[in-house]
């Protein structure tokens, strides 16, 4: 089964940037897509984007123009750039990943990484 870290949180001012790391290990080559998710303090879990194992990419429009997913070269690991951060930007950020597997598609999530954005 595929295990994913996410790295890159902390504490930014508003109009800042971050960038988070999503790196997968185990069997990587199953993974068909990828999705960056946020969830605040409150809220249910939104997502932000995806990419899949072609390197298409979806992203919502509330963070288009602001938000950037991509990948490696080594395809393991998914990047979120994030520009012009504002406070309702905090929140929890995940990544999670779909591989195909015998049984079907297999979901699997990080334990996810915390954005805080100060006014």
């Known amino acids: 089964q595929v295990q994913l870290v996410e790295s890159g949180g902390g504490l930014v001012q508003a109009g800042g940037s971050l960038r988070l790391s999503c790196i997968a290990s185990?069997?990587?080559?199953?993974?068909?897509?990828v999705g960056w998710h946020r969830q605040a303090p409150g809220k249910q879990r939104e997502l932000i984007g995806t990419?899949?194992?072609?390197?298409?990419?979806n992203s919502v429009d509330s963070v288009k123009g602001r938000f950037t997913i991509s990948r490696g070269d080594a395809k393991d690991t998914v990047y979120l750039q994030m520009n012009s951060l504002k406070p309702e930007d905090t929140a929890v950020y995940y990544c999670?990943?779909?591989?195909?597997?015998?049984?079907?598609?297999?979901?699997?999530w990080g334990r996810g990484t915390q954005v805080t954005v100060s006014s």
């Open positions: 185990g069997v990587t080559s199953t993974i068909t897509l």
């Open positions: 990419i899949n194992s072609a390197g298409t990419i």
């Open positions: 999670n990943a779909f591989e195909t597997t015998a049984r079907g598609l297999r979901q699997s």
